[in-house]
């Protein structure tokens, strides 16, 4: 059983910046693609940004040019990066995984909430 450990949320102000991290259990995360999702009140979860086992990306259009994602696979742990954050991004931010050959994300962490001030 995989299991997903968020970590790094926090208040901000508008304008500045965090990185979250989302550490992994089991031996074959480097075959997964990772997606970090967030939900703000009301609202439905939305995929933010993704990173395949090859390393390509994907990014909400709302996030573009603002936040980045990686991964480290000798650490079993995918980041993201969030970069001139506004009061819009505030939302819980969900890492999820997804096996090799499946078509969903099957593994979800807890979630870290994020919360930027303006």
């Known amino acids: 059983q995989v299991q997903l450990v968020e970590s790094g949320g926090g208040l901000v102000q508008a304008g500045g910046s965090l990185r979250l991290s989302c550490a992994a259990s089991?031996?074959?995360?480097?075959?997964?693609?990772m997606g970090w999702f967030r939900q703000a009140p009301g609202k439905q979860r939305e995929l933010v940004a993704a990173?395949?086992?090859?390393?390509?990306?994907n990014y909400a259009d709302s996030v573009k040019g603002r936040f980045t994602i990686s991964r480290d696979n000798a650490k079993n742990t995918v980041y993201l990066q969030m970069n001139s954050l506004k009061s819009e991004d505030t939302a819980v931010y969900y890492c999820?995984?997804?096996?090799?050959?499946?078509?969903?994300?099957?593994?979800w962490g807890q979630g870290t909430q994020v919360t930027v001030s303006s």
């Open positions: 990173i395949t086992s090859g390393d390509s990306t």
């Open positions: 089991g031996r074959a995360f480097s075959t997964y693609t």
């Open positions: 999820a995984l997804r096996p090799s050959g499946r078509a969903t994300y099957g593994y």
